[in-house]
């Protein structure tokens, strides 16, 4: 007789942008083939969640499909419940699911009250905005024996795979001198993002250009051991002042550079939805390797008969490899594209960690899961608190530079990692 398989319930707790775009989406899909159970999803006030439950694209693609919403539907919309997710994370039965995906600044609490409370967690990037914390949260996660996976989608674009297992094969040489880019579009100036993308609280690199630092990272699993961040200030509409351009440079420990240039302005007119991409050189025997990644235009261009692209455009790029709706061989339609299949990977692993240790007795089934999760961090291929820390101290070295007009800071390794601020001219760093 074969054991019945766990499916573990999942809370989300964010109804924003990337819980509509993508989480609740593929969550749904991972539902109906059997991978998780009941979906329940936090916000803070009912706006988001009716927007979620009403959506038609869900409806179409998932039918019959549905989430529990905290508050219900019928909540005053003006009323903000910021402590709820604590009353149904504190309602979970042990093993379950929290997938993370409030503002930056919250994900430190609502991760630690889900491992607090014997849950496995997916979280958005970042993690969290101190290094201190990640460690923390790491050491409670191993205490718990509970999963933590950050979703950085960019790691299962297949060209970062072929990428990394390339690299690793020793196909292209040593990195040594790279561009990266990643410019969201102008209309973000008049999103919500006007209330908090202020100069004191994050700046374009902190938001967008850590995928890329992630990602020479995931590829050469080379250490970032200084960064450098010059900001261009502008206001939103409403006044606010922000970081609206920045220009990063980023060294690694085999003295090589990247750099890493952000802005919210790529111009609503053009084709996109954004532009990114990035070029790393790398230092072969007597020749030179590298790898292009043009992940702006993917090759795929339509033309819409009405304003149906993003920001409302008619003619767009538009990207199959992130994700998509398709059709498929079941009801409804099903998300592909790496977005897809970063949450399927972290939902997947979660799903064979609980069931690997289902019908263990307690300290068995908690050694058998500290197992996984060690083979997880090894590996290398989810981002977890243990194997992307790296990503943390960048971020701390880029705000502190960022603020002090673009100061060299320096990332130190070693027992106890941290950040120091050097306040030298530019100059030759040796690796
Ligand atoms: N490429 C990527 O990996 C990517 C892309 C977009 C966003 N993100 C990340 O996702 C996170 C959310 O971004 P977003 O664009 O969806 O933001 P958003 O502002 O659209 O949504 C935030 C949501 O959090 C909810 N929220 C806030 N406080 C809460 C609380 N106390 N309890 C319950 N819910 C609460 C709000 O109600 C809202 O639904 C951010 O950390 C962001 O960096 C990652």
Request: glycine letters at 10%; charged letters at 20%.
């Amino acid at each position: 007789m074969t054991a019945q398989k766990l499916s573990p319930n999942v809370n989300i707790v964010g109804g924003g942008m990337i819980t509509f775009d993508l989480l609740l989406p593929s969550l749904y899909h991972l539902q109906r083939t059997g991978v998780i159970g009941k979906i329940d999803v936090c916000a803070l006030n009912a706006v988001p969640l009716k927007a979620l439950a009403e959506n038609p694209d869900f409806h179409e693609a998932f039918p019959g499909q549905r989430f529990t919403p905290h508050p219900g539907l019928t909540a005053p919309a003006d009323a903000q419940n910021p402590d709820l997710y604590k009353e149904v994370i504190a309602g979970m039965a042990p093993g379950n699911m929290v997938v993370v995906a409030t503002p930056d600044n919250l994900h430190y609490a609502v991760v630690k009250y889900a491992l607090e409370h014997d849950q496995n967690v997916l979280c958005v990037k970042p993690l969290v905005l101190k290094y201190e914390q990640a460690v923390e949260l790491e050491k409670l996660a191993v205490e718990k024996g509970r999963f933590v996976g950050v979703e950085y989608h960019k790691r299962f674009d297949r060209r970062s795979l072929v990428a990394r297992r390339g690299y690793r094969l020793g196909q292209f040489g040593a990195f040594m001198m790279g561009e990266a880019k990643l410019i969201e579009p102008y209309y973000y100036r008049h999103s919500n993002f006007q209330n908090w993308f202020t100069c004191d609280r994050t700046d374009p690199f902190t938001y967008i250009g850590c995928h890329y630092v992630d990602l020479v990272y995931f590829i050469t699993g080379l250490k970032p051991v200084e960064v450098s961040v010059q900001g261009v200030k502008g206001r939103f509409p409403n006044g606010n002042e922000a970081f609206l351009w920045s220009h990063a440079r980023v060294t690694w420990e085999n003295g090589a550079l990247l750099s890493v240039v952000n802005g919210l302005g790529y111009p609503d007119a053009a084709a996109g939805s954004n532009d990114q991409g990035m070029i790393l050189y790398c230092e072969g025997k007597d020749q030179t390797g590298l790898m292009f990644h043009d992940d702006h235009n993917r090759g795929v261009a339509y033309s819409y008969l009405e304003n149906t692209g993003p920001g409302g455009s008619k003619y767009n790029y538009v990207s199959p490899d992130f994700y998509r709706l398709v059709p498929w061989e079941g009801t409804g339609y099903k998300p592909i594209g790496y977005g897809y299949e970063s949450v399927e990977g972290i939902t997947r692993t979660i799903h064979r960690l609980e069931n690997a240790a289902a019908g263990l007795s307690g300290e068995a089934a908690l050694v058998r899961r500290r197992e996984l999760i060690r083979d997880v961090d090894s590996q290398g291929l989810i981002a977890t608190p243990a194997n992307s820390f790296i990503n943390e101290l960048v971020v701390e070295a880029a705000r502190a530079s960022i603020l002090a007009n673009a100061s060299r800071v320096r990332i130190v390794y070693g027992d106890h990692p941290h950040i120091e601020k050097s306040s030298g001219s530019w100059g030759v760093v040796s690796g």
